[in-house]
């Protein structure tokens, strides 16, 4: 059984940063897209970046040039390293495989809270 646990999130002052991770059992993450979503209070899960499982990324415009999107296939793992966080940045985020059409398929996980406030 596939399965995603997210990580890294809490509580951050604007302008502070974070580190979230995704790790993935039951399947090999290498041969898979990856992405990241958010999902704020009363609003739909929507894509934040996703990485090709050649390396390549592409980002929501709300979160280019501050958001980075990498993965270690080796340790089935998917980060994002979130810089110059904003309020408006506070949500649920949720990782998860990608297929051929660069769409979710996979059981999301817990997903992890991020929280940006003074």
């Known amino acids: 059984q596939v399965q995603l646990v997210e990580s890294g999130g809490g509580l951050v002052q604007p302008g502070g940063s974070l580190r979230l991770s995704c790790a993935a059992s039951?399947?090999?993450?290498?041969?898979?897209?990856m992405g990241w979503y958010r999902q704020a209070p009363g609003k739909q899960r929507d894509v934040v970046a996703t990485?090709?499982?050649?390396?390549?990324?592409n980002y929501a415009d709300s979160v280019k040039g501050r958001f980075t999107i990498s993965r270690n296939d080796a340790k089935n793992t998917v980060f994002l390293q979130m810089n110059s966080l904003k309020p408006e940045d506070t949500a649920v985020y949720y990782c998860?495989?990608?297929?051929?059409?660069?769409?979710?398929?996979?059981?999301w996980g817990p997903g992890t809270q991020v929280t940006v406030s003074s």
């Open positions: 998860n495989f990608l297929n051929y059409a660069m769409i979710p398929f996979r059981s």
């Open positions: 990485v090709t499982s050649g390396g390549t990324t």
């Open positions: 039951g399947s090999i993450l290498s041969v898979y897209a």
